[in-house]
């Protein structure tokens, strides 16, 4: 897979855990009622973040100073759990690209300190999982 369908892949795992949030929906639901299947790697973002979202939650909420999980908007928190998602448990993907990737979802979808506080975060977690 080249990095520009994973850059896609991981915006479509974007948007299908933020509507999950959204409608407060099961991901096995939200997935159920695509018309098409997607990528493989989307399917393992989306269902490793809805898996392992304890220890991902709790992962970021040590590393988050000062902003509890339902402090932040949406889309960072989505962001934060789908980079450490794949620090944890994706080894094959470089700790660069997993915060790169991340970074850059943050400042498209929503603000440019969004970028920051992702990065310092998940940098943070790398640190951790991935000495």
Known sequence: MTSGSRREARERALSLLYECDAKGQPVAVVLAELPLDPDPFVIDLVRGVDTHGIRIDELIQRFSIDWSLD???????????????????????????VISEAVELAKRFSTEESGRFVNGVLSSIAAEVRP
């Open 71 to 97: 402090r932040m908007p949406v889309i960072d928190r989505t962001v934060l759990r789908l980079g450490a998602y794949e620090l944890l448990f994706r080894a094959d993907v470089p700790i660069g690209a």
